[in-house]
């Protein structure tokens, strides 16, 4: 089989889809030495090793976004077998099956996320006309993200199949050593609002203060960049005892991950929820929303608390922080869980769902 993956975006690695894009790509090459692939990139440079059996094209337009890229870029490149977009989006014209990778639908679930209409929305919509007619087929990432597909979108049960994200055990792993500055509770979060870091600020807050003053709240990710969790931190009066570092590199992730005492998620809803398998990975005992996918992926590793309770997550992060052996446990747990999830694993899903697909 001839596969074109389109992956724009390896231009931003630091959200979910960039890093599915990235480590998908990077497991089929190990896993899949048979079909030959043609990975659409929309700059020169990438992070994958020369395979025989893999092309790596560089596909720039300097007036163009991203919808035009997508239309254009997978024409270039001829006739194939399958055409992939590893996240939400369509095409006009396709020269063999079409499958996309729709990891939730959030943006139908929180009418807050949904983008308005503009001019380049309108000629998508004009040029593609109903989406879900292109679909061939969809990929998505848990079982609950596939019960919201077909309980909202017009698609067919045997029309998408669920592949489980995986974990780079290399990268996320426990550190060797303990750091020695003052202990902190974690999280890394977008800007999306549904994200729901305002109810840790909330439940950090609510702290006994002996307790608090113990620990520091560091929060990371976009979701720094938001005038309302500024706010909400000088509100409680705790800017002395938290820390805004804002967008990190892989490398710094990792080692927020392993230093942390706690890593808390209290988001309302998510189409896996990848962040929480990186903490276990790291050796993170990990507090998680209760919400959509979240139990799916914790299992018994986590402790799960509702996400609109901050009362109950106060209690529940009170416990583990004044509790070695919870901790313990949680990250013995952790560490277990996380070693179920493979990005290899994830591939050879794929390569399964192409195969069936082309038959």
Known sequence: MKIV???????????????????LIEALGR????????????????????????????IRFPLFRRRFWEQTAPLLVGPYDVLHFPYDSCVAWKRGTFVATIHDVK???????????????RIEQWLVGDRWKKLDHVITISEH??????????????????????????????AEHRGEGKPYVFCVAGADPTKNVGILIDAFAKLAEPLRSRFDLLLAGDVCKRPDIRTAVEHHGIGAHTKL????????????????????????????????????????????????????VAGDAAVLVDPRDSDRLAIELSRLLAS????????????????????????????????????
């Open 324 to 359: 070695p052996s919870l901790r313990d446990d949680l990250m013995a747990r952790g560490l277990a869980r996380s070693r179920e999830f493979s990005w290899d694993r994830t591939a050879l899903e794929t390569v399964a769902v192409y195969r069936r697909l082309v038959g």
């Open 245 to 296: 570092v804002g967008m990190v590199s892989d490398r710094e992730l990792v080692a927020y991950y392993q230093q942390a005492t706690a890593f808390v998620f209290p988001s309302l809803y998510e189409g896996f929820g990848l962040p929480v398998l990186e903490a276990m990975g790291c050796g993170c005992p990990v507090i998680c929303s209760n919400a959509a996918s979240l139990p799916e």
């Open 107 to 121: 943006p139908l679930l929180f009418p807050v996320l949904r983008t308005r209409p503009n001019l380049n929305s």
């Open 145 to 174: 993200s596939r019960r919201d597909l077909l309980a909202h979108v017009p698609l067919r049960p045997e029309q998408v199949t669920v592949t489980s994200l995986g974990l780079d055990t290399e990268r996320f792993r426990p």
């Open 5 to 23: 993956i389109a992956a724009w975006h390896l231009k931003n690695l630091n959200v979910g889809i960039g890093r599915y894009a990235r480590e």
């Open 31 to 58: 896993v899949d030495q048979t079909n030959q692939y043609e990975i659409l990139i929309p700059h020169a440079e990438h992070p994958f090793p020369a395979r025989p059996n893999m092309r790596y094209r560089a």
